[in-house]
């Protein structure tokens, strides 16, 4: 409703952004430069963050500059299950037919991923997100899906998408051997209060917005609120453009912003 209201093009805080718009925030372009370097070394990596931090759609985005003709991406969200359940996931998204057995199903894959890196040159990137999710047996069970030649050369390249907990996880002696193999780690922050006020300008111009719709006291608000976290402040500041529509004003106020908050999880 309040499209109209402000005249823009499109609703500026809504999820179908494209990768090559979005917001890269000093914390998002570290990590950017961390992958590509994973990328570069084929290793297992590991990005962490609180919920809503933006840690997929930051790698959405440098996944989506990758040469297709030099990388191939693999992306699995189910991470809750067993080690069949994993196997099952990444042989479907590799193309596979399903086996029967464990052992089958991890010979196919280790087969494919060979067959990719020799015959087709190309670099398979494993993708595995909510990896917090994992329990302790699966997460093993990748660490030695990467062991190619007695554990001396690099084919599959495996990242770690989780929340914050991972890391900890990752830091018990039952994990050890997987933690050694971790070449990248990062941990992906909220936007700091500096950066909030370009990132809705930001947002709003790609909706035809020009002009500042919120006032300082506002952006204040929305940071407190949030603590920087895109999915948050893209809520919040969603439901206070609301809030100001209905009240017909020309600038969103802290007052507005006050009133969206408890439509905020």
């Avoid at 297992?44 to 030099?70: A, D, F």
């Avoid at 909030?196 to 608000?221: D, K, N, T, V």
Wanted: hydrophobic share 45%; charged share 25%; with cysteine.
């Amino acid at each position: 409703m309040y499209r109209k209201h402000f005249a823009l093009t499109r609703h500026p805080f809504a999820k179908d952004l494209a990768a090559e718009d979005l917001f890269m925030s000093a914390s998002a372009k570290e990590w950017e430069v961390r992958l590509r370097y994973l990328l570069d070394l084929c290793g297992i990596g590991l990005v962490t963050g609180e919920p809503g931090g933006g840690k997929t759609t930051v790698t959405r985005k440098v996944v989506s500059t990758l040469h297709t003709g030099l990388f191939r991406v693999f992306y699995v969200a189910l991470s809750t299950g067993n080690v069949m359940d994993l196997y099952k996931m990444i042989a479907w998204e590799l193309g596979l037919a399903t086996q029967r057995s464990r052992a089958a199903l991890y010979s196919c894959i280790r087969t494919e991923v060979t067959r990719l890196c020799q015959e087709s040159k190309v670099r398979p990137l494993l993708i595995i997100d909510e990896a917090h999710r994992l329990r302790s047996d699966v997460l093993e069970e990748l660490r030695l899906l990467t062991n190619y030649q007695m554990d001396s050369e690099n084919r599959l390249c495996l990242l770690f998408i989780g929340q914050a907990e991972l890391r900890r996880r990752l830091s018990m002696a039952v994990h050890e051997a997987l933690s050694q193999r971790i070449i990248v780690r990062h941990h992906l922050a909220g936007l700091t209060r500096d950066e909030l006020p370009p990132y809705l300008a930001h947002l709003l111009r790609l909706a035809g917005c020009e002009i500042p719709l919120f006032e300082p006291a506002a952006m204040e608000a929305i940071y407190q609120a949030t603590n920087g976290l895109l999915r948050k402040v893209n809520s919040l500041a969603h439901h206070a453009l609301i809030a100001a529509a209905i009240a017909r004003a020309k600038i969103v106020t802290a007052e507005h912003v006050q009133a969206a908050a408890p439509e905020v999880v």
